[in-house]
């Protein structure tokens, strides 16, 4: 074991020391990397709007690749702390963060303070997940009944009209913004318990939740909306969020043995990567018109993609901008396919990912951008036999090492001198994990 592990190994041991007490195994949301203590000020993280980071609190959702990545480091190492670390903060999320009706509450909206062992509400307290699938397997380990129990509950309160399939991305039975993410989780879900159970209810809600999004889509182009209900920027056009909800469904595909799944993955993919790709610039748009694939510029930066997509955005989290799970998805159904329209896509999205990381360019990145772009290339080296892509990963991994591991820890972003769970250092964990070893980590359910 050399070099990355070591750092992984350093950090995860100084997180799990700065629980709130001895006793405690809820994970922290925050860790000043210079004193390994939770952070003075508990204020709202940079990167995201609300309470979303969980000041004061810890964050089983947005820690997922964290954990996946700790359960890996077990697996490569020998040790059996980093797993058992996992198992004691799943078992306590489980005995305090179950409401009576069965819904796990964590997400968007909810996360558990761990001073004054509660769990803290806001914004409405809507039970939502975006962009993260959870990692089923390790909650299936255990606790089969509970984890069956949410998400047969998850799909009925969000899910409107179960015979259309239309969902909300919050979980109020009423119709509202069905984001294509939040479907991709949903679909998602229900085919990993079908697969485990054999209900084809769950199946047939899946494909009726998935259809739903893949039924909004241009006549001429293909292309899906990322939001078809409520009317707004997001209902006329089609994102890099397409690569979210795409992975999803190729999972999917994959828990159920169904191809239906499959056939929308595709669809929706070759679409947006038909459409959105500008030979004048070699970049992908960010937003295109779903009606005629023509790209659309914003008015102003938000929580939208900007006129071009960019792999080293950081602008608001969460955001609608996926541009390397549009190029993980272009990976898997070239795999499937042998396209030549997936194969010059990925080849792109590599050139784009490496000309604009930050050592080329002087910007700045936060963990999830590394690790993101970071497991793509990997991946697209390994399964190409590009070892020249291979280097170009090794060089970004390092530069990602250099500008945010520090004092034994990593943290968020450049400069911020402090890990927040948030800004997705388990995405580069489990890119970093993957790399060094040569070997993919099993990632519980969990995917990119």
Known sequence: MSGFLQMIES???????????????????????????????????????????????????????????????????????????????????????????????????????????????FSGAHHELRPITPAWDLFW?????????????????????????????????????????????????????????????????????????YGHRGAS???????????????????????????????????????????????????????????ASGRFFGQVAVHDGSPVAPAEPGYWPRLYTDVWSTDQWPTHDYPMAVAEACLSLYRLTHEQLFLDAIQRWARIAIESSPGRTGRWGYGENYGRCLHFLVRTARELGDAHLLSEALAIAEEAAAALYENGMFQGYPGGHVYESVDGLGYLFLALMSLETGRDVNLLGFGF
């Open 141 to 213: 380990r255990h606790d089969r009944d509970r984890t069956s129990a949410y998400i047969r509950t998850m799909a009925r309160r969000h899910v409107y009209d179960p015979t259309s399939g239309g969902f909300n991305r919050h979980d109020d039975g009423k119709r509202g913004h069905a984001f294509i993410e939040a479907g991709g989780i949903l679909t998602e879900s229900l085919a990993w318990l079908y697969g485990k159970t054999g209900d084809t209810e769950l199946r047939d809600m899946a494909l009726r939740i998935a259809r739903y999004s």
């Open 221 to 279: 182009t293909g292309l899906i909306v990322n939001e078809p209900d409520m009317g707004r920027w997001d209902s006329k056009v089609s994102t890099s969020e397409v690569g979210v909800w795409a992975q999803s469904l190729l999972r999917a595909g994959e828990h159920s043995a169904d191809g239906a799944f499959v056939e929308m993955a595709y669809g929706a993919t070759r679409a947006y990567v038909a459409h959105a790709h500008d030979d």
């Open 11 to 121: 950090h995860l041991r100084r997180v799990v020391s700065a629980t709130a007490a001895p006793d405690d195994f809820m994970w922290p949301s925050a860790v000043d990397t210079r004193t390994g203590r939770r952070p003075e000020a508990n204020e709202a993280p940079r990167r995201v709007y609300r309470l979303i980071g969980a000041p004061r609190g810890s964050t089983l959702y947005w820690d997922t690749p964290m954990v996946v990545a700790a359960c890996g480091l077990t697996d490569w190492t020998g040790s059996p702390s980093y797993a058992q670390a996992t198992d004691r903060y799943v078992a306590a999320f489980l005995a305090r963060c179950v409401a009576e009706n069965g819904m796990f509450q964590w997400g968007n909206h909810q996360y558990y303070d761990v001073f004054d062992n509660k769990v803290v509400t």
